[in-house]
Structure formats: structure tokens, C-alpha cells
């Protein structure tokens, strides 16, 4: 409730409840790809697979890896169904780009707060999923970091579209509120 990504300690496994989480990897299986940055691989080697309980999903997202920090040779992507996608580079656009002549026309940015508030500063994220769970934990490790706010004019608004009880949880689905909805806009036909 209070914004938090992990305890001081930086422990973060389980904010959520069963719900939430089964929820998060349903929305992994409908993605193309999952992304991360290099610092939550080395804090919490994900696998980036799509589950059910310990059953892969018949869908797998490509998994993407953006930092500078190589991550090391046992890593947990390193066993991913897919041969994972490695970018040393801060340019998130470009990242995008290369996805996108790949075929991946669906990011699911599932990294820490230094990845999710780079790709909102950069304007990249068309939609925010918040899992809200009934928990305090104070401290300093927040959901995201600097997204390029200065003043509250500045402030990213969000349209929230749906607010979805998860067991115990809450989720909040939103989009900026300068932007289309995808699914309204004329010019993306077929897109979700």
C-alpha cells in the first residue's frame, strides 16, 4: 500500500498473494516478450517463464535483458525455453525498435523500479499494471524511482481502466492519460 518494491533488506518474494501472481503470469503467457533490467537479474535471477504452478505455459515471452551488467553464466534466463535477448544500452527506444523488427509487438516490462520508471519517463509504457497488496513496508525501495517529475504540473497522470481484486490484492490497470487506448486507435487495427 505504501509504494514499496521490497523490504529494506531488498527482499521482495512474496509482496503478493497466489492470486496476484498467477494473474502476473497469465499476462507474461500473452506477451511476446518480458522485460527486465540487468540489476533484477543479479537481485533475483528470474526465470522469466509464464506458469502455472510449476507447469510451463504453452506460450513463452521472449525474454529481454536490458543493462550494462552482464548477468552471470548460470543465471536462471540463461534455461528459458527461449535463447534470451541481451541490450547494453540505456537507449530504450532502440531496444523497442529491435523488438519490433523481431516481431514482438507486446512488451511486458516486469523489471525493477530503475527499468519501469526509465521506459514511463521515456513515454513507452501505453499501459501500467499496479498490484497493490495489504502490506506496509516503509524504507526506501519504492516502486519507481526518478521518472523525470520536477513539480506537480509535471506529474504523469494515469486513466484508470479497471481495478481488479486479486484474493487479498488489488490491481490497477491504467494508461497515460495523454495517450489512445491501442485498442481504439483506427491506425493499430488488430492491436490489444
Known amino acids: 500500500l505504501d509504494g514499496r518494491a521490497a523490504a529494506a533488506d531488498g527482499s521482495s518474494q512474496w509482496i503478493t498473494g497466489p492470486a496476484a501472481r498467477a494473474d502476473v503470469h497469465r499476462r507474461r503467457a500473452e506477451a511476446d516478450a518480458i522485460a527486465v533490467g540487468t540489476g533484477t537479474v543479479l537481485a533475483d535471477d528470474p526465470a522469466l517463464t509464464a506458469r502455472d504452478g510449476d507447469a510451463l505455459l504453452p506460450h513463452q515471452p521472449i525474454p529481454v535483458v536490458i543493462g550494462s551488467r552482464p548477468p552471470p553464466s548460470d543465471a536462471a534466463v540463461h534455461r528459458h525455453p527461449h535463447t ?11 531496444v523497442v525498435a529491435d523488438l519490433h523488427t523481431r516481431g514482438v509487438q507486446s512488451l511486458f ?70 495517450a489512445t487506448d491501442p485498442a481504439e486507435d483506427p491506425q493499430n487495427e488488430g492491436a490489444a
Not at 160 to 168: H, M, R, S
Open 109 to 178: 516490462v516486469e523489471g525493477g523500479p530503475t527499468l519501469a520508471s526509465a521506459f514511463i519517463e521515456a513515454g513507452l509504457a501505453d499501459r501500467v499494471l499496479a498490484y497493490i497488496a495489504p502490506v506496509l513496508l516503509g524504507g526506501s525501495r519504492l516502486a519507481l524511482t526518478d521518472i523525470g517529475v520536477g513539480s506537480i504540473d509535471e506529474a504523469r497522470r494515469l486513466t484508470v481502466d479497471a481495478w481488479l481484486p486479486l484474493g487479498d490484492d488489488l490491481l490497477a490497470i491504467a494508461h497515460p492519460a495523454h
Open 84 to 94: 534470451p535477448l541481451f541490450f547494453d544500452t540505456r537507449d530504450l527506444r532502440a
